[in-house]
Nanobody
Framework: QLQASGGGLVQAGGSLRLSCAASGRTFGSNAMGWFRQAPGKEREFVAGISGSGSGKYYADSVKGRFTISRDNAKNTVFLQMNSLEPEDTAVYYC?????????????????WGQGTQVTVSS
């Protein structure tokens, strides 16, 4: 139901834009989040957007560099990633909650995409 795309290999300082397209149902009123998981590490919250789109939340490590947005007409959520660092290398997942409020814990999300690999070289 959630399909993440846009990952790839980029040099440090570069940019990528991730997309998360929903199908089968609409998520226009649901909170959406982006998470990432690096090898040997737990899945961590990166950014989230509320159902209304007015609330946007970011992990401290990506504030000022990443921007989350949503286009409900296209049932799609985006993550614009600028000034990428090698530490951003991970598999990125999009997720949706049944509720409109953003939370940072992965277990609070009910729907997950398959993940897209982001690799940042130094």
């Amino acid at each position: 139901q959630l399909q993440a795309s846009g990952g790839g290999l980029v040099q440090a300082g570069g940019s990528l834009r991730l997309s998360c397209a929903a199908s089968g149902r609409t998520f226009g009123s649901n909170a959406m989040g982006w998470f990432r998981q690096a090898p040997g590490k737990e899945r961590e919250f990166v950014a989230g957007i509320s159902g209304s789109g007015s609330g946007k939340y970011y992990a401290d490590s990506v504030k000022g560099r990443f921007t989350i947005s949503r286009d409900n007409a296209k049932n799609t959520v985006f993550l614009q990633m600028n000034s990428l660092e090698p530490e951003d290398t991970a598999v990125y997942y999009c997720a949706a909650r049944r509720y409109a409020t953003v939370v940072v814990t992965p277990r609070s999300y009910d729907y997950w995409g398959q993940g897209t690999q982001v690799t940042v070289s130094s």
